[in-house]
């Protein structure tokens, strides 16, 4: 497993630049409608096996521009890519405030799987924040030297995310 804290010449936050991605129904993305009131970056890592075994080959990064209100954040997925499990990296800034969760929605061209309330039943928290599902909180917990919130898929997506895939596979053989 590969644990990323940080790299060296990186602009600080501050100074992100938000990257606009041109969405077709024809592509593979993850969108995240979230309230982050700082600046930010977040990482999707994901896997194409079903298995939990992550790296930085397939891992898609995201400038996000705190903001009051909520804001799509999507991650696009290369065109050939079939993901089967995804970790999401909420961020690296430790000055971050609560951040509102509102929906997930995974797209696989035509395809879709949304979580909006059941959030715990697909994903787990690490150590470095807690989720509060009755406010759709994530709230931030620092240590002295570390702040790495994650949050790590679990079986039930993966089950979710092999069914939408294979839901297009069989709808293109048969054409």
Do not use: W
């Not at 409608?33 to 990482?43: W, Y």
């Not at 999401?88 to 969760?101: E, L, S, T």
């Amino acid at each position: 497993m590969l644990l990323i804290n940080g790299c060296k010449n990186e602009k600080p936050l501050d100074e992100l630049r938000l990257i606009n991605y041109e969405i077709e129904k024809n592509d593979i993305y993850l969108e995240l409608e979230m309230i982050v009131p700082e600046d930010d970056v977040f990482s999707v890592f994901y896997t194409e096996d079903g298995s939990f075994n992550y790296s930085a080959e397939k891992m898609l990064k995201r400038n996000v521009k705190g903001n009051n209100q909520p804001q799509l954040i999507l991650f696009k997925f290369p065109e050939a890519a079939k993901p089967t499990a995804i970790r999401i990296d909420i961020g690296v800034n430790p000055n971050q405030q609560k951040i509102m969760f509102k929906r997930f929605a995974f797209n696989y061209f035509d395809k879709q799987f949304i979580i909006n309330h059941a959030f715990l039943k697909y994903y787990r928290t690490n150590a470095f924040f807690r989720f509060n599902s009755k406010k759709k909180v994530f709230i931030p917990t620092k240590t002295k030297e570390k702040y790495d919130p994650i949050l790590f898929c679990k079986p039930a997506l993966v089950k979710q995310l092999k069914q939408l895939i294979d839901e297009k596979n069989s709808v293109e053989k048969m054409k």
